[in-house]
C-alpha cells in the first residue's frame, strides 16, 4: 500500500491542474495577444492604404495623387517600425519603393488584400488597395500598397505574452496555497478523529460517537469494533486476575480458619507452635499470591499510565486511614505530617506503592512505636517519607531490596514476598520519579523516601 | 453490636459466627445475596460483613444496587486482587474491605474502626466503677478528666468489662489481644494487664490475679 500522505497527494494533483491550466492559458492569451497586436496592424495598414488612395485624382490625363502626412503618422503608434509604401497606375511606379514585392493575389477595385512577406531581411506585413482612376483614353487601375516591418507586433505580443505568464504564474502559486489549504481542510475531519482518540485516558474504550462525514463512517465503525474488543480482552484478562486470586485465596482462607480453630482448642503448647508454624505458611502464600497479582496489575496499568492530578497529602491520608487499624493491632501510631502536593499519575498505583512501603514499616516495627509519613515539597520533587524504628535494612546492598523476590538480611520470621518493594519501585519509575531506601540517622529504624515530580 | 455476615464459604462462615459471638456480638449469617436481603427486610443492623463472590451474584453489584436505601456501614471480604478490588469496593459504597484469608483480630480492628468512623449511631458508654468506659471511643472517663487507652489496653479493657467478676485465663486474653500468628509468651498479658492496672487506678475498679488461673475484674471496693 502506497504510504504517501494523502494531503500531500492531493495537494499534488491540484497543483498538477492548476499547473496545466496555467499553461493553457497562457497559450491561448499569448495566441489571442498576437491576433489582436496582427488584427490592429492590418486595421492601421488598410486605413492608411485608403487614405492614400482617397487622394488620387486625375489632372490633365495624368494620375495624380498627394501623400498625407496622416497616412504615416497613424502607422507611427505601431512603435517604431519602418514604413514602406508604393503607388502604381497600372505598371508605372507613381512613387515609393519599386521593389516593394507585388501582392500575392490578383485586386478587385475596393478591396484591401494583406501580404506577409520580407523586405530587405525584414518581415513585413503589407496591405494592397486598388482603385480605378479615369486618366486619358479609360480608367487606370492604381494600385497602392503600404508595409511595415513587424518588429513592433512581435515586440507587443511578447511583452503582453510575459504578462500572461506572470499571471498564469500567479495564478498557480495562489492554486497550490488552495490546493492545500482544501487538502488540510478536507483531511480535518481525519485529523479530529484521530486528536480524540490521542486525547482519551488509556483506560478509555467507549466508542466514539462525532458526527463524520460519510467516507469516514466506516473507518468509525471499524475502530469502535476494535476498541470493543480491545476492552473485552482487558476486562477478561482483569475478570482472570481477581479469579485467580479467589481460587488461590479461598481455600487458603479455609485452611486459615482451621488452624485457628484448633489452635484454640488444643493446649499442648508444641501442637500450638505447630498451628501457628501453618498460619505462617497460609499467610506467606496469600500474601505472595496477592502480591504477585498486584505486580501483575501494576506492570499491565503502568504500561499506560493515566495522569490524573493528584494530590499527596489526600492520597497518603485515605492511605494511613486504611492501614491504622492493622498498625493497631501491634499498636503503632501513624503520624502524617504532609504538605500539598500535586502529582500527575494513577492514584490506584501510587496508594498501591504507598501502602507496599507503609506495610512494610508496620511490619517491622516493634510493637509500640511510631510510624512517620512526611510529605515534602523539594525543588521541582514531591518527596514522601515513611520512617519507622525498626531495625533498619540490614548489611546486605541496599538497592537490591528493591529487586523481585529479594528479601532483607535481617528480616527474622516476618512474612513477606520480597514483591512489595519491587512493586512500589515499578510504580515510581512509571511515574518518572524514584524509590530511595536508607538506614535512618542514628542507625536506629529504615527510611523509604518516594520522590515524584511536581505537576 | 448487631451484624449481618453474608458468606457462602460455610467453614469460614462459621468461624467468623463463633469469633464474633465471644466478643459478645450478635451475629445472623446469609449464604447468598437473597438470603440477606430477607435478613436486612426483618431487622436492623450495625454492620454488614459482604463477600464479594456469591453464588447468586456479586457482592459489590448488590451493595451499588442497596446503597441508596442502605445506611448500614458495609466491609467487603474479598479473595481477590487487591488493585482491583479496592477501586471496585470502595468505589461501590463500602466503608472498607479485607483481603481473604485474614486474621480475626484485623478484621475486629476493621470492625471498629469503621464504626467509630460512622459515628456515635450505636455509640454504648459501660459503667465501670465511677469510669464510663467507651469502647467505641476507646475511651475512659472518670472524675472530668477523659483517658484514651492503647489499642491492646481497649481489646483487654473490653473482654474484663464483658464479664465482670469472672476469671479469664491467659489463652483466653491472648486470643483477644494478639494475631494468631504472633509468637508471643503468655508473660506478654503480664505487661499489658500491668498497662491496664495503672490506667484505671483510682476509677473503683481493679483487676485482681488468680494464681494459676488467671485475672479478674472486679469493681467497686477500694
Redesign the interface.
Known amino acids: 500500500m502506497n504510504t504517501w500522505s494523502i494531503g500531500r497527494r492531493l495537494t499534488l494533483l491540484l497543483a498538477g491542474v492548476a499547473a496545466l491550466l496555467s499553461v493553457l492559458s497562457w497559450g491561448m492569451v499569448t495566441s489571442l495577444a498576437q491576433q489582436a497586436a496582427e488584427r490592429t496592424q492590418d486595421n492601421v495598414l488598410a486605413a492608411s492604404a485608403t487614405t492614400i488612395a482617397e487622394t488620387l485624382r486625375s489632372e490633365q490625363g495624368e494620375v495624380r495623387l498627394e501623400l498625407p502626412y496622416s497616412a504615416f503618422s497613424m502607422l507611427g503608434a505601431i512603435g517604431q517600425d519602418r514604413v514602406f509604401y508604393r503607388v502604381t497606375a497600372g505598371a508605372e511606379l507613381l512613387t515609393g519603393y519599386e521593389d516593394l514585392p507585388p501582392p500575392s493575389a490578383a485586386l478587385t477595385p475596393g478591396a484591401v488584400t494583406f501580404d506577409t512577406g520580407s523586405y530587405r531581411d525584414e518581415e513585413i506585413r503589407m496591405a494592397s488597395l486598388t482603385r480605378l482612376v479615369l486618366a486619358g483614353p479609360g480608367p487606370v487601375p492604381v494600385t497602392v500598397s503600404v508595409a511595415q516591418t513587424r518588429s513592433g507586433v512581435a515586440r507587443i505580443s511578447a511583452e503582453l505574452s510575459r504578462t500572461a505568464a506572470l499571471f498564469s504564474v500567479a495564478f498557480f502559486v495562489v492554486a497550490v496555497g488552495l490546493s492545500a489549504f482544501a487538502a488540510r481542510a478536507s483531511l480535518r475531519p481525519l485529523n479530529e478523529i484521530a486528536a480524540a482518540v490521542s486525547r482519551r485516558g488509556p483506560s478509555d474504550l467507549r466508542p466514539l460517537r462525532r458526527a463524520a462525514p460519510a467516507e469516514l463512517v466506516p473507518l468509525m465503525s471499524s475502530l469502535n469494533r476494535l476498541m470493543d474488543r480491545l476492552g473485552q480482552s482487558i476486562r477478561r484478562s482483569e475478570d482472570f486476575i481477581a479469579e485467580a486470586a479467589h481460587r488461590v485465596r479461598t481455600p487458603l482462607a479455609t485452611v486459615r480458619t482451621q488452624a485457628e480453630i484448633a489452635l484454640r482448642t488444643v493446649r499442648d503448647e508444641t501442637e500450638k507452635q505447630r498451628l501457628r508454624g501453618i498460619i505462617r505458611a497460609v499467610d506467606e502464600s496469600s500474601r505472595s499470591a496477592g502480591q504477585l497479582l498486584d505486580h501483575a496489575t501494576v506492570a499491565f496499568r503502568a504500561e499506560d499510565l493515566s495522569r490524573d492530578p493528584v494530590d499527596l497529602a489526600e492520597l497518603a491520608a485515605q492511605t494511613v486511614a486504611a492501614l491504622e487499624p492493622t498498625a493497631a493491632m501491634k499498636d503503632i501510631r501513624l503520624r502524617l505530617e504532609a504538605e500539598r502536593a500535586m502529582v500527575r499519575g494513577d492514584a490506584v498505583l501510587l496508594d498501591n506503592a504507598l501502602r507496599n512501603v507503609l506495610d512494610n514499616a508496620i511490619k517491622y516495627s516493634p510493637e509500640d512505636t511510631t510510624v512517620v509519613l512526611r510529605i515534602e515539597r523539594n525543588g521541582r520533587e514531591a518527596r514522601l517519607t515513611v520512617r519507622d524504628e525498626g531495625p533498619g535494612l540490614g548489611d546486605g546492598p541496599v538497592e537490591a531490596l528493591t529487586e523481585r523476590f529479594r528479601r532483607g538480611t535481617n528480616t527474622g520470621g516476618i512474612v513477606g514476598s520480597g514483591l512489595g518493594l519491587t512493586i512500589a519501585r515499578d510504580v515510581l519509575q512509571a511515574h518518572g520519579g524514584h524509590l530511595h531506601l536508607a538506614t535512618a540517622e542514628g542507625g536506629q529504624g529504615t527510611c523509604v523516601t518516594l520522590a515524584l515530580p511536581l505537576s | 453490636m448487631r451484624y449481618l455476615l453474608v458468606e457462602d464459604?460455610r467453614?469460614?462462615a462459621d468461624?467468623i459466627l463463633?469469633r464474633l459471638a465471644l466478643d459478645g456480638h450478635a451475629v445472623d449469617h446469609a449464604a447468598s445475596l437473597s438470603e440477606a436481603e430477607e435478613w436486612l427486610a426483618t431487622a436492623g443492623y450495625d454492620l454488614i460483613l459482604l463477600d464479594?463472590?456469591l453464588p447468586d451474584g456479586d457482592g459489590r453489584d448488590f451493595l451499588a444496587r442497596s446503597r441508596a436505601h442502605l445506611e448500614t456501614p458495609v466491609i467487603m471480604l474479598t479473595?481477590?486482587?487487591?488493585?482491583?478490588?479496592?477501586?471496585g469496593a470502595l468505589d461501590m459504597g463500602a466503608d472498607?474491605y479485607i483481603?481473604?484469608?485474614?486474621?480475626?483480630?484485623?478484621l475486629e480492628?476493621?470492625c471498629?474502626?469503621v464504626l467509630r468512623r460512622r459515628g456515635g449511631a450505636a455509640r454504648n458508654q459501660v459503667a465501670l466503677g465511677q469510669a464510663l468506659f467507651d469502647p467505641l471511643a476507646g475511651t475512659l472517663s472518670h472524675a472530668g478528666r477523659t483517658v484514651e487507652l492503647?489499642?491492646?489496653e481497649l481489646r483487654l479493657l473490653e473482654v474484663f468489662a464483658r464479664h465482670p467478676g469472672q476469671i479469664l485465663s491467659k489463652t483466653q486474653l491472648m486470643?483477644r489481644l494478639f494475631?494468631?500468628?504472633a509468637?508471643v509468651t503468655e508473660n506478654a498479658i503480664e505487661v499489658y494487664v500491668g498497662r491496664l492496672r495503672r490506667r484505671i487506678d483510682g476509677m473503683g475498679v481493679r483487676i485482681e490475679t488468680v494464681r494459676g488461673l488467671g485475672y479478674r475484674m472486679e469493681t467497686g471496693g477500694p
Not at chain 2, 79 to 87: I, K, L, Y
Not at chain 2, 99 to 106: A, G, I, L
Open positions: 464459604n467453614e469460614l468461624a463463633g464479594v463472590m479473595a481477590r486482587s487487591q488493585v482491583s478490588d479496592r477501586v472498607d483481603t481473604k484469608p485474614f486474621d480475626f483480630s484485623e480492628a476493621r471498629r474502626a492503647r489499642n491492646r486470643d494475631a494468631q500468628d509468637d
